[in-house]
DNA sequence: GTGAAAGCGCTAACAG
DNA sequence: CTGTTAGCGCTTTCAC
């Protein structure tokens, strides 16, 4: 960034007029005369004119930006969410400043710190965890926060999510009906508001629901190698069909099952709660509960502007609608 | 954004000194004396003071922001790579704008126009086109960049890459010396420079240097269902080796083939020049040319930070080590 | 409909 | 080592 080569003064100048002037055409502001108005355009194009959104920002105390807290930027479930959230981010012309928190150099709050230092106008959480430190930021710069794909239990911050009590009970009763009846359930870290709050209290309800006294929780089960390297354990406590948290996951299941010589689903049922494209590439094709993602961040977008705008919003936690989509890793097509 | 609380004139006032001692001592100047600095610091603790990045960047011209440009967000070639920039970008303080400019609502040089004009410092390019308009744009602001995973026929602009050309050869020969004669390349846009000034003449004098007249190029195969809609056309055409450029597309030959009941690698030879999770998840699991997208990423941050410092860089052109990775979808394991 | 003027919150000479 | 003083480029009352 080096001295402006053409400011605003330049086009006031140019054009005989002030710069509030300029600044209003700038703006799209009505009160301009038609003709003035052509004047500064035509200057500003002759000049190639772009006004300094930084100059706007401290002005106006608008950045059009806002921040995208994401886990972890390779994992294909929150690119999809990214996506939806890009494009009516686009739509907006706000930009996104995203920042990952899967390293450690930094902590969760310095990198929200200085997300909100650099004056976001609002942001989009879809780490699962929201330590009170950072939510008290939020609250005290009144920047407001929309949770896509993920809960709070403070239920002060806007969230978009599919009712994952309903999901997961769905899925269970699927792999029931198919004669499973040694089921089990594999998340990542079990103390986030969504599996500690929906899917194992879902679980544990399912179970008590069909008088199922042994419960199978197998937690921190986090990747691909995870996945694979857990399967000896589902063979040895006799399970026959599995909820997996994240797809990937679900494929080391897969891949492992099959490299013993045995088979999806006749030996093993399996279902994964957070389909990418992942799920529908690998044979046999997953059975999952699809989320509609790219959706979910639309949404999610969509409602941080009205936030931003100080409009009104009907319903600050919306849920969309999931869909089960029976493949092949299940039996009953 | 609203009013903000407390300024660096609220610091100053209550520790008693001037705003250029308070800035100072924000900014780590040495030019102040212990006692002071620690008076500050505890005023800026006691009042939770935090540094508005916006009013900073219009004073010193320079906003620790730098932009991303990617061609999709849910591609996983281009998130293994933005990774790494991440990292390096926390590393050195710097907050990653992202734009993808696969969306077609807004054209490619207003995004990277609206990139510009809030300031960032430089910008890291991974798409594979880069329009004069870009071009001008960035060399008219001064603005660095570094192309990441990509050419740009313009030697001005510098790159982080592998040696394209070396790869591809490497592969093809490896399935010739499996005895696969009749070889293809399957790439998406055919005009992108790597494409067009490497993997092309890369194969074509593959195939000149043995003496095979026929040339197989498919163009335009640009996701898992071209892919595997490709197949029957492939299988017309007699090839029994291919190396395809997107490895979801090279899943989608690869579901393709298993399909219709023939075998991989047996009757089709499959390598893959840009490999994420998704070719090593699958079965038979995809012989794959393994760039180290990581450290395509990091390296490239790592330069654009001595660009923006006006620091000396070795060499502005910098090629990566890759590695043959030889999986199931060829023989010669 | 247009202009003058006062900031937005901070940095960076320049003095001292 | 510290303070004074101009800005950075733009928006936004408030007059006229």
Not at 133 to 147: D, E, I, W
Request: no cysteine.
């Amino acid at each position: 960034m080096h001295k402006q080569e053409v400011t605003i003064y330049d086009v006031a100048r140019e054009a005989k007029v002030s710069m509030a002037t300029v600044s209003r055409v700038i703006n799209g502001n009505s009160n301009v005369r038609k003709e003035t108005r052509e004047r500064v355009e035509a200057v500003i194009n002759r000049l190639h004119y772009q006004p300094n959104a930084v100059a706007q920002g401290l002005a106006s105390k608008k950045t059009t930006t806002v921040g995208l807290i994401v886990p972890e930027l390779t994992n294909l479930y929150f690119a999809e969410l990214s996506k939806g959230i890009d494009d009516i981010a686009l739509l907006y012309k706000y930009n996104i400043i995203i920042s990952s928190i899967e390293n450690r150099l930094m902590k969760e709050d310095e990198v929200i710190q200085s997300l909100l230092n650099k004056q976001v106008d609002g942001v989009i959480y879809m780490s699962n965890r929201l330590p009170d430190k950072v939510a008290n930021a939020f609250k005290q710069t009144n920047t407001p926060v929309v949770l896509a794909g993920t809960k709070d239990n403070r239920d002060e911050f806007a969230s978009v999510t599919i009712d994952y009590q309903k999901a997961d009970t769905e899925a269970l009763n699927l792999m029931y009906n198919d004669g499973k009846k040694n089921l089990a359930i594999v998340v990542g870290d079990p103390d986030t508001v969504v599996n500690k709050d929906n899917r194992i209290p879902a679980y544990r309800k399912f179970l008590a629901d069909h008088d199922i006294a042994e419960e199978h929780i197998y937690t921190k089960i986090n990747n691909y190698s995870d996945g694979y390297n857990l399967y000896s354990q589902l063979e040895k406590d006799g399970v026959d069909g599995v909820i997996v948290t994240r797809d990937v996951t679900a494929v080391g299941i897969l891949n492992s099952v099959m490299d013993a010589g045995k088979n999806i689903p006749k030996d093993l049922e399996i279902i994964t709660a957070s389909a990418t494209q992942i799920a529908s590439v690998v044979r046999p094709a997953l059975t999952t509960i699809k989320q509609p993602l790219y959706d979910m961040g639309a949404v999610a977008m969509r409602m941080l502007t009205k936030l931003m705008n100080n409009e009104e919003v009907d319903g600050i936690h919306v849920q969309l609608p999931y869909e089960l989509l029976k493949k092949q890793s299940t039996l009953n097509q």
